[in-house]
């Protein structure tokens, strides 16, 4: 390798900050030969160019694309592991049929989310195709999605070498796939058309959300990428994940990733061969508050409560439920006062520590979020105070203060589109609130005080 270290670790802690991944010491080859495309691509005079270039470019440019294409494994075939998909059949699916059929609502959706170039969706598709000799009286929504672009045009295309259909009925391999090239053979357009590929940063919080439609689905199928992301992510994804489930809604991911805290309040079901989880009653569907959240951590166990589930059927009982998870560790009550106090005092380095040994012993938590996000901006990291506000964020969707944290650490970083943006939210989640109310303690500023700072932000030059 000849490219400087220090580069080499920035290119791994731009792959982590943008597309969740850790980058293993056997990766960081392809992390530097996508940092070299990426230059390529952009005609830029050096790697640290390059660097600099990707931190305000978004992930569908061709540069970073160049990259994504790099460094991401798109390992995937039909039917991947048969027996796995013979339980998406009997567990999921045809159960979900017959009770739609009941129900006379002929409407399912699908996801598979980390498609790569398409083989597990289109498997679906065949499924779906199999088992409903009436489909056209069915509305049938199965969306695909991955960050790689390219991965997603050959999906779209539905091209195909003989290995990756392996593990395909013979019969339906006469039947479905037309050998357009040598070795090379084409799903029926019939079946292609089934499917919805879009490009999707799972790592982005853009989902759920009816905007996009990635939301209310009855299973979404998400396998071999968890693994890849940092354990923030892999919680922050399942989460995410789990409420874009329609009530009685299944997630299945691979054994490796089924770790069932991940995907809190889903319910386990050990199926034979496969781990599933289902959004049973309907709890996953609702948006986490901070005091939820934090709540879940610390009480785990505690059962969801039961919601009535809009426009969606009661959740039949699951067929095998497994036990809840452990108990979460103690928490250090007093850490977050100590660090507040501490960061007062201007000692940022060790009320960040605090705060970090908050987190890692208590799980997220918003306050310590939004006051790491706080400490790091103080003290220069804003990179890493981004992502702390971006985890606050998470936690209260409806946070003016994690918002306008966001604001202030994008704008000082110069992303002027995303300061913009967290700003104008900062003013509408404030719009209904008297002048005099109180936003966060954090802050101890008031929804007037708040909301006039944030319209200074969007006055200045930063919204052109
Ligand atoms: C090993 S493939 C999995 C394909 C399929 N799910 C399977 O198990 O057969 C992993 C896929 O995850 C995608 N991926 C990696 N990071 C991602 C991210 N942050 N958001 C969305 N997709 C991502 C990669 O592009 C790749 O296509």
Redesign the pocket.
């Given at each position: 390798m000849s490219t400087p270290e220090p580069i080499l670790e920035a290119t791994c802690r731009a792959v982590e900050a943008?597309?969740?991944?850790v980058v293993p010491k056997f990766y960081v080859e392809r992390a530097e030969h996508g940092l070299q495309r990426a230059q390529a691509v952009l005609k830029a005079p050096s790697l640290e160019a390059t660097l600099a270039r990707l931190e305000s470019l978004p992930i569908g440019s061709p540069a970073w694309q160049s990259l994504?294409e790099a460094?991401?494994?798109?390992?995937?075939?039909f039917f991947?592991h048969r027996e796995w998909f013979a339980e998406i059949k009997n567990t999921i699916l045809v159960p979900l049929i017959e009770e739609r059929r009941k129900r006379g609502l002929k409407r399912i959706d699908l996801w598979?989310?980390?498609?790569?170039?398409g083989?597990?969706a289109y498997t679906l598709a065949i499924l779906i195709d199999e088992l409903l000799p009436d489909r056209r009286d069915w509305t049938i929504r199965i969306v695909a999605?991955?960050?790689?672009e390219a991965?997603l045009a050959t999906a779209r295309e539905g091209i195909y070498r003989p290995w990756v259909l392996r593990e395909v009925d013979p019969a339906v391999r006469a039947k479905e796939f037309t050998e357009i090239r040598p070795s090379c053979f084409q799903l029926s357009s019939r079946l292609r058309q089934m499917v919805e590929f879009k490009r999707?940063?799972?790592?982005?919080d853009l989902y759920p959300d009816p905007a996009t439609g990635f939301e209310n689905f009855d299973l979404i199928?998400?396998?071999?990428?968890l693994i890849?992301?940092t354990p923030a992510?892999q919680l922050a994804?399942a989460s995410r994940l789990a409420r874009s489930l329609a009530p009685g809604g299944w997630l299945a991911v691979?054994p490796a990733e089924a770790t069932a805290q991940w995907y809190k309040p889903l319910q386990v079901v050990n199926s034979l061969g496969a781990i599933f989880f289902r959004n049973v009653a309907g709890e996953a569907a609702k948006p986490k508050t901070a005091r939820k959240v934090a709540a879940e951590w610390r009480h785990r166990g505690a059962k969801p409560k039961p919601a009535a589930p809009a426009n969606r059927a009661p959740a039949p009982a699951a067929p095998h439920q497994a036990a809840e998870p452990e108990a979460a560790p103690p928490v250090t009550g007093e850490a977050l006062s100590l660090a507040r106090v501490m960061a007062d005092r201007g000692d940022y380095q060790n009320a960040r520590q605090l705060c970090e040994a908050y987190v890692a012993a208590a799980g997220p938590d918003f306050d310590a979020y939004l006051l790491l996000a706080t400490v790091c901006l103080e003290s220069g990291d804003l990179r890493a105070g981004f992502e702390h506000a971006r985890r606050a964020a998470y936690l209260d969707s409806e946070s003016a203060a994690a918002c306008y944290m966001l604001g202030t650490i994008s704008y000082r970083q110069g992303a002027r589109e995303v300061a913009r943006r967290n700003m104008e939210l900062v003013v509408k989640l404030l719009e209904a609130q008297p002048a005099d109310a109180p936003v966060a303690q954090y802050f101890n500023a008031t929804a007037g005080e708040l909301r006039a700072s944030a319209r200074g932000y969007l006055g200045e030059p930063i919204v052109a």
């Open positions: 943008r597309l969740g991944h994504i460094i991401t494994v798109g390992e995937t075939n991947r598979s989310a980390a498609a790569s170039t083989e597990e999605s991955d960050i790689n991965a999707l940063n799972l790592c982005a199928i998400c396998r071999n990428v890849y992301f992510e994804v691979s």
